[in-house]
């Protein structure tokens, strides 16, 4: 099992930052990536960044590239998403996942382990 808590939501001014940390327990030695998705009122959840360990790779979706960077310490501990130059339309919950098998790191039901989500709220 591995366990996922997120911290640093909160509201920020459009064109402002915001730092999201996921720190994960557990059994993360088992770990083949992390990942954040985000899901809007009304809205499914959708892929946003992820670290994959196999490989060593990064990936967004189209809509943060350049403005988001995910990264993470290492150890399979800590995943964050530096989030820059912010949007109204990034308001959303974020959600940290991890994941222990090979499928695509983009997908949400490649995951089976989610934290509880943290609310991102960027103001006009």
């Known amino acids: 099992q591995v366990q996922l808590v997120e911290t640093g939501g909160g509201l920020v001014q459009a064109g402002g930052s915001l730092s999201l940390s996921c720190a994960a327990s557990?059994?993360?030695?088992?770990?083949?990536?992390m990942g954040w998705f985000r899901q809007a009122p009304g809205k499914e959840r959708e892929f946003v960044a992820a670290?994959?360990?196999?490989?060593?790779?990064?990936h967004y979706t189209d809509s943060v590239k350049g403005r988001f960077t995910v990264f993470d310490d290492s150890a399979k501990t800590r995943l964050y998403l530096q989030m820059n130059s912010l949007k109204v339309e990034d308001t959303a919950v974020y959600y940290c996942?991890?994941?222990?098998?090979?499928?695509?790191?983009?997908?949400?039901?490649?995951?089976?382990?989610w934290g509880q989500g943290t609310q991102v709220t960027v103001s006009a």
């Open positions: 670290i994959s360990w196999i490989g060593i790779s990064t």
């Open positions: 557990g059994r993360t030695f088992s770990l083949t990536g």
């Open positions: 996942a991890a994941k222990t098998g090979y499928n695509s790191p983009e997908v949400a039901s490649s995951y089976e382990y």
